[in-house]
């Protein structure tokens, strides 16, 4: 893995190498909504795409870049879900054999979508066992490639691909609202808007529970902390990247934090207004512009949803809280 930081050519061709695979996920807007925050909000649905996250963009461009003694070889990943249902298709796709590293708790539905992509999946407890740990060893062991969730340049490129997508569609915006678990998505999208709509405003948005973002974006340095618990489960890192960290230094506007309560709130709006299906995480950034954490009124404002892979019998007890 080359460690220097990607940039925005990046991104670019990235997309090039996505442009026959993954979807080009619609933008979407709620007129209701736009007259009770008194602002014109673009809803980016990467709930809509392959294996129902913004991840299979950085997956599958990590993966396709490979050379042909790593694709013999083939690939393993750790994630809680989402990366791991992107490396699986990506493999499945470009004929690789993949490896998943998943937690013994990670939404059942998750695991059986990376299983019937045809990966072979690895358990571990996230709260006693280290998941790098496990992958280095299934590394050294097999002579697979890692594929990171979020620190690896390719990766953060296919990422970014979704706000460049976004802005082509939508056009400038005043501020943009990014989830933010490890920092891929949120890197990748800041390489996107400081290139295209340089004024925009971008907030990183991580789960009130887990802000070693918001805290290492404070102190200027990368702040590890406990793994955190809430119900965004796509976002539960305990520490930025060494590849996303400066990226989200030098570009992102704040880091900002949303509470559980009102990720049900934001995921009960998709499903009734909207009729949509948003994950917990997903919800990340519609729940600070929801609640004005920072103002939004009068403002063009980018929203972007990461992924609709929920569980659904959670799905159901979520929307009934």
Known sequence: MNDALPTYDDVAQAAEMLSAVAHRTPVLVSRSLNERLGAQLFFKCENMQ????FKFRGGYNAVARLSAEQRKAGVVAFSSGNHAQAVAL????LGVSATIVMPLDAPASKKAATEGYGARVVGYNRL????????RE??????RTLIPPFDHPHVIAGQGTAVKELLEEAGGLDALFVPLGGGGLLSGSLLSAHAISPDCQVYGVEPEAGNDGQQSFEKGSVVRIPPPNSIADGA????LGKLTFPIIRRYASGILT???AQLLDAMRFFAERMKIVVEPTGCLGAAAAFNQA????????????????????????????
Do not use: C, H, M, W
């Open 50 to 53: 392959r294996v129902g996250a």
């Open 90 to 93: 990506a493999a499945k796709l």
């Open 128 to 135: 006693t066992q280290d998941r790098e740990a496990v992958a």
């Open 138 to 143: 299934l590394v050294e062991r097999e002579g």
């Open 236 to 239: 539960l890192t305990q520490s």
């Open 258 to 260: 949303a509470s559980d």
């Open 294 to 321: 920072v103002p939004i009124r009068g403002k063009r404002v980018g929203v972007l949803l990461s992924g609709g892979n929920v569980d659904l019998t959670a799905y159901g007890r979520f929307l009934q809280a």
